[in-house]
């Protein structure tokens, strides 16, 4: 199964409190979705033919995350993330912030059941609820 992975919001905290820290289990949930999936940054920090998720995250994850984020593999998309799934192949899309005309292209390829939206806000511990 293909994983399409956000960054802020999900892997890195947006909250005021915590702003700018690695959520609570996420080197565990980069281990596990890395070991078992072809995972995908689908995120801010890859569009438009840039790539800078290793310099953000480096800053942000402890060292031993590196190793699982080298392995997730970038890819480009221009307005909307929605343009770089690939609707043909089983997917989860894991994110906090989507946009309308990112679910309506779910709704048109009947997918919405596709996308797990992240609210940490409301669940810190909800990469460990992925887990299980």
Known sequence: MNIY?????VLISDAIESYGQPVAHVLDFLKFITARHNCYWLTTHCMNGENHVKEFLQKKLPPEAMTHVSLIKPLDWKEWKTEAIDFSKDFRWIDDDVYE???????????????IKINLRENPQQLKDILR
């Open 101 to 115: 005309p990112e679910l309506e292209a779910l709704r048109n390829h009947n997918c919405e059941d596709k996308l």
């Open 5 to 9: 992975l956000d960054i802020d919001g």
